[in-house]
C-alpha cells in the first residue's frame, strides 16, 4: 500500500475579468494549475515533482497538504481522504505533515526568536507545553545542526545566516515529528556553498526518521540526487515518471529530453549536442490542443495536435517507468 | 596578448554612518579581445559591483576608493562624465537581470531602440533607428513586426532578448552581462546563453558573464575569476579552472555542486556561511570555512599571485 495517493487530481483557479468582460461572457475561464494528475509515493521515498514555473508542481504539493482544496481527485495520505477532512480534522492532522517553503526569511516572523517561533509551531499542532517545546525544539536544533542549539534558540532571524535560517525551517517543519513532508524549492533561495548542506540535512532526516518527502524543484541536478522517483511537469500535467536512474537514462519524452539538454553541465570538457526547444511554455489558459508540448515539438505530427496522450509504459522491462507521448517507441 | 580592458587594484566601498563595507577589494583582472571571463560569486561576493564600478554605475553610498579600469587604453575611472557618457552603452553596453524593470510598460518596444540610438548618436533620424531596430529583431530571432507591441505582450524570455537587443544596438566592444538568466526557466535560459554566444561570434564581442552558476560559465566562458567577499580567490582558464583548482574555496564550491550527468555523486558541503561584509574574518576571508586553515591565514590576508602556468589564486598553501 503506497503512503501517498494521489488520483486523477485537478485543480483550477477561476481567472479574475475586468467588469466589461463579465457583463459579456458568463463563462468563467480558468487556469487549469493541475489537470489530472495520478501517482503514488511509498513510505519512506523521496519523490521529486520537476518542472519549470507555471508546470502546476507547486501547487500539485499544496493540494497534497490540504492548503488548496482540489476541484476534482483523490489525495490519500495514510489512508486518510485528506480534501475530506474538515478545518478541526485538518488541524490535527497537520502535524503529520509538513512543508517547507522557498523563502526562509518570508517564512520566519522577524519580531520572534526563532526558537521560540518553532516551539509555537509545536505548541499549535500538539498538546505540548511549554517545557516540553522548549526542550524538543532544542534537540531538533542539534539533530538538524543549529549549534549551540542554546545560543541559536534566543537568536532573531536578522542574526541568523541563509543557511541558518533554511535549517530553522527545516527544524520547524520536523518539529512535530510529521510522517510526510512537501519541501518547495528548499535550496532555491539558498547560497550556493550553502545549498549542499541543507541537501545533505534533508537528506539526513529523511534517513534517521523515516520520512516521506515531495520533493518539488526546477532543478534537475538537485531531483537526480536526492530522489528516488520523480515526474517531469508540464502545464498542470505529467509528461514522465518513473525511477530516477531511468529518466535520466533514458527519457523517453522530447520534453525531458529538451530540459536535460537545456541544464548548464559543471564540466567545460562536456561536449554535448543542445537540442532547444523554440518559445516558452504557453498560458495555461488556453493549453494547446492535443499534446500541450506539441507546438514546440520537434517530432509533432498531426496526431498529437488533436489527442492528448496518456501516461502509459513503453519499455516493458521497466513497469515504473511511463511517458505520455505518442512516438515514445522512437527513443528506446 | 591583446587586452581590451585592464582592472587594478580596484576597490570599492560601501560607505554609512553604521559600518564601511569593503565590496571589492583590490581585484585586479585583465580580458583579452573577443573573449568572455567568467565572473562567478554568491550574493553578496561583490561581482555585481565590481561590474557596475568598471562603467561608474556605483550608486550611492557605494563609493570607487581607489584603483584602475583601462578600457582600450582609456582610464575610466579619471576621465569626465561626458566623456564616460560616450563609453557606457556605446562601447560597454551592461544587460541587467531583471528586463522588465528596464523597459517602460508604456513604450512599444521598438521605441525604447529608437530613443536610446538617438541618444547617443542624434543624427541618427527616427526612421533609420527603427530600421536599425528591426534589423536587430532579426539577430534576436525575434519578428521584425513586433517593435510595435508592448513590453507586457513579451514573454520573460523574450524581453530578456529585447535587454540584449538594445545592448548590442549600438555596437558595443564589451558586453557585462550581470545574471542575464537567472530569472528564466532552464529552457529559455539555454536559449539566451545560445543567442549571447551567436552574437559574440557575430560581432566579435568580448564579454563579462557575471553569475553564480558554474555550469553556465563552463558552457559559456574562456576564462573564470571567481569571487568571495569582495575578494578574487583565482583566476584561470576555464578548462583549467575545472581540471585543477588551486584556491580551496574553488576546490570545494566544484565540490559541492550537483552535476546532472554524474551517478551516485558524492556533494560535499562546505561548512559555515560567507562572511558578513560589516564584520569580515581576520586575514583571508575564506579561513574560518577553509579546511586547510593554518595560522598564517587567520591574520595575514593572501594576495593573488600566479601559481601555475596562467592560473592566478590568493591562498597562502602556494607560499
Known amino acids: ?332 | 596578448m591583446n587586452e581590451l580592458l585592464d582592472v587594478k587594484e580596484l576597490c570599492v566601498e560601501y560607505r554609512t554612518s553604521r559600518a564601511t563595507i569593503r565590496a571589492v577589494k583590490d581585484v585586479s583582472f585583465s580580458l583579452a579581445k573577443g573573449s568572455t571571463l567568467g565572473l562567478v560569486g554568491e550574493s553578496g561576493s561583490g561581482k555585481s559591483t565590481l561590474g557596475h564600478a568598471i562603467v561608474r554605475l556605483v550608486s550611492p553610498p557605494g563609493v570607487i576608493v581607489r584603483g584602475r579600469v583601462s578600457f582600450d587604453g582609456i582610464d575610466l575611472l579619471s576621465i569626465d562624465e561626458d566623456g564616460m557618457r560616450k563609453i557606457r552603452g556605446k562601447r560597454i553596453a551592461m544587460v541587467f537581470q531583471d528586463p522588465m524593470s528596464s523597459l517602460s510598460p508604456v513604450k512599444k518596444v521598438g521605441q525604447h531602440f529608437v530613443e536610446y540610438i538617438r541618444e547617443h548618436e542624434p543624427s541618427t533620424s527616427e526612421a533609420e533607428a527603427l530600421q536599425r531596430a528591426k534589423a536587430t529583431f532579426e539577430d534576436l530571432g525575434i519578428d521584425r513586426s513586433r517593435v510595435d507591441d508592448y513590453p507586457h505582450q513579451f514573454s520573460g524570455g523574450m524581453r530578456q532578448r529585447v535587454m540584449i537587443g538594445l545592448a548590442i544596438a549600438l555596437q558595443p566592444e564589451l558586453i557585462i552581462a550581470d545574471e542575464p538568466t537567472t530569472a528564466l526557466d532552464v529552457v529559455v535560459e539555454a536559449q539566451i546563453l545560445e543567442l549571447l554566444k551567436d552574437l559574440k561570434r557575430k560581432y566579435s564581442l568580448s564579454m563579462i558573464l557575471i553569475t553564480h552558476n558554474m555550469g553556465v560559465v563552463a558552457e559559456t566562458t574562456d576564462r573564470i575569476a571567481v569571487m568571495y567577499a569582495g575578494k578574487l580567490m583565482e583566476v584561470a582558464g576555464t578548462r583549467k579552472l575545472f581540471a585543477d583548482p588551486k584556491n580551496p574555496y574553488t576546490r570545494a564550491l566544484l565540490q559541492s555542486i550537483p552535476n546532472i550527468l554524474l551517478d551516485d555523486q558524492e556533494l560535499r558541503s562546505i561548512p559555515g556561511s560567507p562572511p558578513d561584509l560589516a564584520n569580515p574574518p581576520t586575514g583571508c576571508p575564506f579561513h574560518p570555512r577553509c579546511p586547510h586553515v593554518f595560522d598564517r591565514c587567520r591574520v595575514e590576508e593572501p594576495k593573488l599571485k600566479k601559481v601555475d602556468g596562467e592560473t592566478e589564486t590568493a591562498c597562502h598553501l602556494f607560499g
Open chain 1, 1 to 332: 500500500m503506497p503512503f501517498l495517493e494521489v488520483v486523477d487530481l485537478k485543480k483550477y483557479f477561476p481567472v479574475q475579468k475586468g467588469m466589461v468582460e463579465q457583463l459579456l461572457s458568463r463563462k468563467l475561464t480558468y487556469v487549469k494549475a493541475v489537470d489530472g494528475v495520478t501517482f503514488s509515493v511509498d513510505k519512506g521515498d523521496i519523490f521529486g515533482l520537476v518542472g519549470e514555473s507555471g508546470s502546476g508542481k507547486t501547487t500539485t504539493g499544496r493540494l497534497t497538504v490540504g492548503l488548496l482544496k482540489p476541484t476534482s481527485g483523490r489525495v490519500i495520505i495514510g489512508g486518510v481522504d485528506v480534501p475530506s477532512l474538515n478545518k478541526e480534522e485538518l488541524r490535527r492532522f497537520r502535524r503529520r505533515m509538513q512543508i517547507i517553503f522557498q523563502d526562509p526569511t518570508a517564512s520566519l516572523n522577524p519580531k520572534m526568536k526563532v526558537g521560540d517561533a518553532v516551539a509555537d509551531a509545536l505548541r499549535l499542532l500538539t498538546d505540548a507545553d511549554a517545557e516540553t517545546a522548549k526542550k524538543r525544539v532544542l534537540e531538533m536544533f542539534e539533530y538538524v545542526g543549529l549549534t549551540p542549539a542554546g545560543e541559536i534558540y534566543s537568536r532573531y532571524p536578522r542574526n541568523l545566516s541563509g543557511g541558518q535560517k533554511q535549517r530553522v525551517v527545516i527544524a520547524r517543519a520536523l518539529v512535530t515529528r510529521p510522517e510526510y513532508v512537501v519541501a518547495d524549492e528548499p535550496v532555491a533561495m539558498v547560497d550556493v556553498s550553502v545549498r549542499a548542506q541543507i541537501l545533505d540535512v534533508m537528506k539526513e532526516m529523511h534517513e534517521r526518521l523515516g520520512l516521506t518527502y515531495l520533493f518539488i524543484t526546477h532543478d534537475l541536478a538537485v531531483a537526480k540526487y536526492l530522489c528516488s522517483r520523480i515526474a517531469i511537469m508540464y502545464l498542470g500535467r505529467f509528461f514522465e515518471t518513473g525511477n530516477v536512474e531511468d529518466i535520466f537514462g533514458l527519457p523517453l519524452h522530447p520534453y525531458t529530453q529538451a530540459l536535460l539538454a537545456a541544464v548548464p553541465v559543471p564540466d567545460p570538457t562536456v561536449r554535448r549536442e543542445k537540442k532547444i526547444p523554440r518559445g516558452e511554455i504557453p498560458n495555461a489558459i488556453n493549453p494547446p490542443s492535443g499534446c500541450r508540448f506539441h507546438p514546440r515539438c520537434p517530432y509533432a505530427t498531426e496526431i498529437c495536435s488533436r489527442e492528448e496522450p496518456q501516461l502509459r509504459q513503453v519499455d516493458t522491462s521497466k513497469a515504473s517507468h511511463l511517458v505520455a507521448c505518442h512516438w515514445a517507441e522512437k527513443f528506446l
